[in-house]
């Protein structure tokens, strides 16, 4: 993946509409890397998460963060998320969503999240609910 980075989205802001800002939180290097190459395909400017912890003070936009097991107590990353980046939409990853889950519905609800997406993901998927949780520019 090219590097996105966060100290790059000054320039992207001297445009007309801003460059949408997303932290990818994930264990998984390789996971990782793939959803900021998909991501950053689609014009958002992506740190991921050791990138974000040197750019102290950005906001983000959108956080995607992967979880993995959310109903077994391991949703403490959610709230560390959450409270990391108050008032910004978490979008949660897990293996253990079934297929087919709806993003926006009562699992969703239930983790305090703004939407879940089972893994594995596929592109097309993963960049619908981003723009559906970015919030939009008039």
Excluded: C, Y
């Excluded at 560390?80 to 709806?102: C, K």
């Excluded at 993003?103 to 983790?111: D, K, N, Q």
Aim: proline share 6%.
């Amino acid at each position: 993946m090219k590097n996105a980075q966060v100290a790059s989205a000054s320039a992207a802001d001297a445009g007309h509409r801003r460059t949408p800002r997303i932290l990818i939180v994930d264990a998984d290097q390789a996971l990782s890397a793939l959803l900021g190459e998909w991501l950053a395909g689609q014009g958002e400017v992506v740190a991921l998460r050791g990138e974000a912890l040197a750019a102290h003070g950005t906001h983000f936009d959108l956080v995607v963060v992967d979880v993995p097991f959310p109903r077994q107590g391991e949703s403490n990353p959610l709230r560390r998320v959450a409270d990391a980046h108050p008032g910004t939409p978490v979008l949660a990853l897990s293996s253990t969503f079934f297929a087919g889950i709806d993003t926006h519905g009562a699992v969703a609800r239930a983790l305090g999240v703004a939407g879940v997406l089972a893994k594995p993901v596929a592109r097309e998927a993963l960049v619908s609910a981003v723009r559906q949780l970015l919030p939009h520019e008039a």
